[in-house]
């Protein structure tokens, strides 16, 4: 319940931010990672942005109603989708930066850069233990 009241209180920093610029928390997570990582697949993209598969779905068919990301058929699996951000997601990331970065001042200032780098730590490895394991 803690992680969950934390993240309500971190994540009411930045709605309004997201709904001036018309995206939801889930379509920015997915904009996130196509534009830290790439163009990638559904896949990699649902993991990356902690989403279901099947929500991942409808968010893309959204996001690409929009313009913010070009879906293209795998060359070397015609099954699989290569998903990109577009000029115009990129321009939407651009856009959102520098408002998204002095929420992440705030938010350092109010909580101390060492304490998040280090809760940071902490998170990245408890999701690393409790991954599971290939047998």
Not at 9 to 24: D, K, N, Q, W, Y
Not at 104 to 123: Q, S
């Amino acid at each position: 319940m803690s992680l969950l009241r934390t993240r309500e209180l971190v994540m009411e920093r930045f709605r309004p931010m997201l709904g001036a610029h018309g995206v939801t928390e889930q379509q920015w997570r997915v904009i996130r990672v196509l534009d830290e990582r790439g163009t990638t697949d559904a896949s990699t993209l649902s993991e990356g942005a902690a989403l279901l598969p099947q929500s991942l779905t409808r968010i893309l068919r959204g996001l690409d109603e929009r313009g913010f990301v070009a879906m293209t058929r795998d060359p070397n699996d015609g099954r699989r989708q290569q998903i990109s951000l577009t000029d115009a997601g990129a321009a939407l990331v651009t856009a959102v930066a520098p408002e998204s970065a002095g929420i992440y001042a705030r938010l350092e200032a109010e909580i101390g850069a060492r304490r998040i780098e280090k809760l940071l730590d902490d998170l990245e490895e408890i999701c690393a233990a409790l991954q599971p394991r290939a047998e």
